[in-house]
């Protein structure tokens, strides 16, 4: 199984961006569909972003859509999440995901994901 590190988080004002690192060990991720979650307390984690083994395609929450972006680097074994624009109700622990199975579709179940991360904070003051 493969572990998953993020890195990156922190406090920022409203309008900041904010750059997140996924890095991974034990097993090369080139294969697998990656993901963005995130979760506030006392609520449900929810998707945030997610990117195919190919990076041939990205799919994105409404709520982030034109500000976030995911990219992956398969040869450092790491994934980004590049965090624009960003709003106080973006306020959340941020997970990295990786598929449980190569190659398949992307989707934005939790089910998928059956690898995660820690969790980095992310903070956003009005």
């Known amino acids: 199984q493969v572990q998953l590190v993020e890195s990156g988080g922190g406090l920022v004002q409203t309008g900041a961006s904010l750059r997140l690192s996924c890095a991974a060990s034990?097993?090369?991720?080139?294969?697998?569909?990656m993901a963005w979650f995130r979760q506030v307390s006392g609520k449900e984690r929810e998707f945030v972003a997610g990117i195919n083994y190919g990076s041939t395609h990205t799919y994105y929450a409404d709520s982030v859509k034109g500000r976030f972006s995911i990219s992956r680097d398969n040869a450092e074994n790491t994934v980004y999440l590049q965090m624009n624009s960003l709003k106080p109700e973006d306020t959340a622990v941020y997970y990295c995901a990786a598929a449980s199975y190569p190659f398949g579709v992307l989707t934005t179940r939790r089910v998928d994901f059956g690898s995660w991360g820690q969790g980095t904070q992310v903070t956003v003051s009005s």
């Open positions: 034990g097993r090369t991720i080139s294969r697998y569909n």
